[in-house]
């Protein structure tokens, strides 16, 4: 089994949680029967940006220059990976500007990869258009599908605080046990979080500080339907909205 394990940065929020502009880590987990991979960035013919020199380490030994100096284009064949044996691999995207292009296991993946997401150790550099602005939106639907998803960093979004939209940002992740109380609270402008969490049939409990720095959001509907786990709302959940 190949494994790389994520290592700690200075900037470290909780154990194994790496805060870091200019990586993105997560863990996958694929098999005999289907050993590819491919990164979730959506694909284009060129970003009017400069993102500088963005890398795929797949945790094998092997990496791929997704974007370079001379290249602005992410295609179909240099996001996708062939991993030589089944097992856990530890992937890191390198960012040397501290950008990363559009990223949606929904919207820009394969949606059987979504599941082979198992966790995610790092902040998400902030994500940019391909007209080279600030994406307000990306975090719609961003880990939907990833069924396999159990953990996620309180550090999360803490570079992408314009979010502006968390609808069905986590939609499906049935593995996923916990929601860390600050995921949200550097993201001061969002707005909606329509079925954020729906269909998370693992959680347990809902943080009762989790909005409370969303003032202006107005969109919860469906944000925790068939979370069957889940017995009590807290009292001050939506206290601030």
């Not at 269909?199 to 909005?211: D, R, V, W």
């Not at 959001?217 to 959940?237: D, K, M, R, V, W």
């Amino acid at each position: 089994m190949g494994t790389t394990a994520p290592g700690m940065l200075m900037g470290s929020r909780k154990k194994n949680e790496i805060v870091d502009p200019s990586v993105f880590i997560f863990t996958v987990e694929v098999t005999e029967a289907d050993p590819t991979l491919s990164v979730p960035f959506k694909t284009n013919s060129g970003y009017s940006i400069d993102f500088g020199d963005v890398t795929v380490d797949w945790g094998d030994g092997q990496q791929t220059a997704l974007l370079t100096a001379s290249n602005h284009a992410v295609t179909a064949t240099n996001k996708i990976h062939r991993y030589a044996k089944a097992g856990t691999y530890t992937i890191t995207i390198h960012c040397s500007e501290n950008k990363i292009p559009l990223f949606s296991w929904s919207q820009y993946g394969v949606s059987k990869d979504a599941s082979k997401v198992r966790s995610v150790h790092s902040s998400l550099p902030t994500v940019h258009n391909t007209d080279g602005t600030m994406a307000l939106s990306f975090t719609f639907d961003l880990f939907r599908g990833c069924s396999n998803l159990v953990s996620i960093p309180e550090q999360l979004f803490i570079y992408n605080t314009d979010a502006t939209n968390f609808s069905t940002c986590f939609y499906g992740c049935s593995s996923l046990t916990s929601i860390p109380e600050n995921l949200f609270s550097n993201n001061t402008n969002s707005l909606y979080f329509t079925s954020c969490f729906q269909g998370c049939t693992s959680l347990q409990a809902i943080p009762e500080n989790l909005f409370s720095t969303n003032k202006s959001a107005t969109g919860f509907g469906n944000c925790f339907q068939y979370c069957s786990l889940i017995t009590t709302i807290p009292e001050n959940l939506f206290t601030n909205n």
